[in-house]
């Protein structure tokens, strides 16, 4: 349990069964009666924010939270399988993974938050490499400007690279924004 003395921007609290993380945070104290705590929070599971206040002796829950690392395996159907420290494989589905299933590697390993036994949040490396699988051929001359075009790579996902990058390079791809940062190798 926290007391609202221990509230601050980025802790982790429950509310209704549900994990919420403080973005922003006040204190007032007025003249008279009990200090206000106000804050924004963010819904863990489904993204949606609220607001709530709390006086000082309001009490909150704590989340039953895990992080575990897992390495990725290999593609099951509509599942992704994972293996843990145990050798013990773990199978999650596209929709809990997100936007993450266009970054997967295999031998990646990768961190899960679960609360209650379900995961609710994906952190991938930051960097990652893949393969342009797919793209048009450059045009010459074209490069008085930062001139980018469309190109795949093996999940499927399209990014924005370079005009000189060709089929079968190797790229360096951001997760977090899926941005494009640079070439790896040629091919």
């Not at 349990?1 to 919420?20: C, H, N, T, V």
């Not at 293996?83 to 997967?104: K, T």
């Not at 469309?150 to 941005?179: C, H, L, S, W």
């Amino acid at each position: 349990m926290f007391s609202a003395s221990d509230l601050r921007k980025g802790l982790k609290i429950e509310i209704d069964g549900q994990p919420y993380v403080i973005t922003d945070f006040t204190f007032t104290k007025p003249g008279k009666g009990q200090s206000i705590y106000t804050c924004k929070m963010k819904n863990m599971i489904n993204g949606s924010t609220l607001t709530r206040q709390y006086r000082s002796n309001d009490k909150m829950d704590k989340p039953q939270l895990e992080q575990v690392k897992l390495q990725y395996s290999y593609q099951d159907g509509d599942s992704y399988v994972f293996m843990n420290d145990d050798y013990e494989q773990v199978s999650i589905s596209a929709e809990a993974l997100g936007s993450a299933v266009n970054f997967l590697v295999e031998d990646m390993t990768v961190e899960f938050l679960y609360h209650n036994g379900s995961p609710i949040d994906v952190e991938l490396p930051i960097f990652i490499e893949k393969e342009i699988v797919y793209t048009e051929p450059g045009a010459r001359g074209n490069t008085a400007t930062n001139v980018l075009k469309p190109a795949k790579i093996d999940t499927g996902y399209e990014i924005n690279v370079p005009i000189f990058m060709n089929q079968g390079d190797i790229v360096k791809i951001d997760t977090r924004t899926g941005e494009y940062v640079e070439r790896v190798a040629t091919a």
